[in-house]
């Protein structure tokens, strides 16, 4: 579990939204009950509740969540643990979790998961990764960030995260769909984007200004124009309750 309230404030100015592809290939949503874990300040929440979905947010974090409420006036949003959570049995016709399953305890996400959903009822999860491997400025940003933060690294963009899943003999799980898509960003708005990884905002101040201030010399030198346009894949995973 970590909440993401640290930072709140600046989280959601960095990161970008999802492609509409996935929300596509998560229909039928008019109507569905839909639990979305690590709800943060609601950028898949928008999209799936203008697709008709009957959306329950929810996060470990309050403040992060009060700012998916201040941006969804309406939205039903509840702090609350993905490992334990507070929904009656079988009643959910879809749970998911952009960016989020995996800071759900995996001793019990599986069959928490499995638990809220009425039977044959869907999980999905989704995950945005930055894919310019191979240019200079980019492996060079891995190189820092992976020297600054031990225990994170760039392999772990390409972990299975339906591994679980199937292994629980809960879940059918689907094929994965990768959605290819470039990214046009300011570099200001890139590095709010860095800055609001968990492993970066984890650092203590002296590590922060170092690795922040290397990255940000890193873009600056590749895109001195400050736009910068960056290969990007989102990957989706599906299942069905069995
Ligand atoms: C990377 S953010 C993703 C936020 C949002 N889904 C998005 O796509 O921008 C992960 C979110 O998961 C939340 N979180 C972490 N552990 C959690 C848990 N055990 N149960 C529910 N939410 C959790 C964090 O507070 C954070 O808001």
């Known amino acids: 579990m970590h909440s993401f309230d640290r930072v709140a404030e600046t989280y ?8 509409d592809r996935i929300f596509e290939a998560l229909e039928p949503l008019a109507g569905a009950l839909v639990l979305e874990g690590g709800a943060g300040t609601g950028i898949a929440s928008r999209a799936l509740i203008e697709r008709g979905a009957r959306l329950v947010a ?8 009060l700012r ?4 969804s006036p309406g939205l039903r949003a509840v702090v609350a643990d993905g490992g334990a959570m507070p929904f009656r049995d079988g009643q959910a016709d879809l749970v998911c979790f ?23 009822g869907r999980w999905a999860g989704w995950w945005s990764h930055a894919r310019a491997d191979g ?36 879940f059918a799980v689907d094929d ?15 590095m709010l984007d860095e800055n609001s990884k968990s ?23 590749r895109f001195p124009d400050g ?11 599906t299942a069905h309750k069995i």
Not at 105 to 113: I, L, T
Request: charged share 30%; with cysteine.
């Open 12 to 19: 959601e100015s960095g990161r970008p939204a999802y492609p």
């Open 58 to 65: 929810y996060d470990v974090g309050r403040a992060i969540l």
């Open 68 to 71: 998916a409420r201040a941006a």
């Open 98 to 120: 952009a960016q989020a399953w995996h800071w759900i305890d995996e001793r019990h996400r599986c069959e928490e998961a499995a638990r809220v959903l009425r039977a044959g």
């Open 135 to 170: 240019e200079s400025w980019f492996d060079s940003s891995w190189d820092r960030v992976e020297s600054a933060c031990p225990g994170t690294d760039r392999g772990q963009r390409d972990i299975d995260w339906a591994d679980g899943l199937r292994r629980s003999g809960l």
């Open 176 to 190: 994965r769909v990768t959605v290819r898509w470039t990214r046009h960003v300011s570099v200001e708005q890139w």
């Open 199 to 221: 492993y970066v905002a984890a650092l203590s101040p002296e590590e922060h200004r170092q690795l922040v201030g290397a990255l940000d010399d890193l873009v600056r030198a």
């Open 227 to 237: 736009r910068m346009s960056v290969p990007y894949e989102t990957w989706l995973w």
